[in-house]
Nanobody, 115 residues
Framework: QVQFVESGGGLAQSGGSLTLSCVVS????????MGWYRQAPEKDRKLVALISGDNIARYGDAVKGRFTISRDNAKTTVNLQMNSLRPEDTAVYYCYYSTPRYHSWGQGTQVTVSS
């Protein structure tokens, strides 16, 4: 099992910035992918950003050029720098951890962007 501690969500104004952080512990793997998904009310959960075990990052189309994902060398912390926030970025953001054998989700952190 993987345990998550997510932080950094909250309220921001349109055009502003927030940084999300997720620390994982437990049954970890050096080849795990880590990242963030988000889910707005009555919408499907969608990819925000993901960084692979070999540090290749990919982003959802809606956030390309505005959000940046990073991970520490120990591969226990993943951060999401969110710039130029828009009201449509409002959602619950979920930390995600994935290995070839299993994947897990954090409990989610709310991000609200006001216009």
């Amino acid at each position: 099992q993987v345990q998550f501690v997510e932080s950094g969500g909250g309220l921001a104004q349109s055009g502003g910035s927030l940084t999300l952080s997720c620390v994982v512990s437990g049954s970890l793997s050096s080849i795990a992918s880590m990242g963030w998904y988000r889910q707005a009310p009555e919408k499907d959960r969608k990819l925000v950003a993901l960084i692979s075990g070999d540090n290749i990052a990919r982003y959802g189309d809606a956030v390309k050029g505005r959000f940046t994902i990073s991970r520490d060398n120990a591969k226990t912390t993943v951060n999401l720098q969110m710039n130029s926030l828009r009201p449509e970025d409002t959602a619950v953001y979920y930390c995600y951890y994935s290995t070839p054998r299993y994947h897990s989700w954090g409990q989610g952190t709310q991000v609200t962007v006001s216009s």
